[in-house]
């Protein structure tokens, strides 16, 4: 299994369940598309408590994030500051910048 799916459906869908006011907070549905080695597309729909994590796009995401896949476990790990891999091109945004705000609390 690949660290980034098991980043999603395992990580974030235990912070979901363990912190359902998350969902209530951020109120939004996040596409994350992960390229290369181990990557894939992810849902993470907090619109409901407790929240869920799908594999593949639900179409409805108000916020998108692309990022390559080693990118994105060193951005989760803490190796890259998120801001920093932002004006440098190695996460994208696409969508609700407010939304892009609140990413910290739905993945760090």
């Known amino acids: 299994m690949s660290e980034v799916k098991s980043f999603f459906e395992e990580k974030i869908a235990k912070?979901?369940?363990?912190?359902?006011?998350?969902?209530?907070?951020?109120?939004a549905i996040y596409e994350f598309n992960i390229e290369g080695d181990g990557g894939g597309v992810w849902t993470v729909d907090m619109t409901k408590e407790p929240g869920s994590v799908t594999?593949?796009?639900g179409g409805a995401a108000k916020c998108?994030?692309?990022?390559?896949?080693?990118?994105?476990?060193n951005i989760v790990s803490g190796k890259m500051n998120p801001q920093m891999a932002f004006m440098s091109g190695k996460i994208k945004?696409?969508?609700?910048?407010g939304l892009a705000m609140k990413l910290q609390k739905v993945i760090g």
């Open 15 to 27: 912070k979901l369940t363990d912190k359902p006011e998350l969902s209530k907070s951020v109120n």
């Open 55 to 57: 594999t593949g796009s």
């Open 64 to 73: 998108t994030v692309t990022a390559k896949a080693a990118d994105f476990l």
């Open 93 to 97: 945004i696409k969508g609700d910048m």
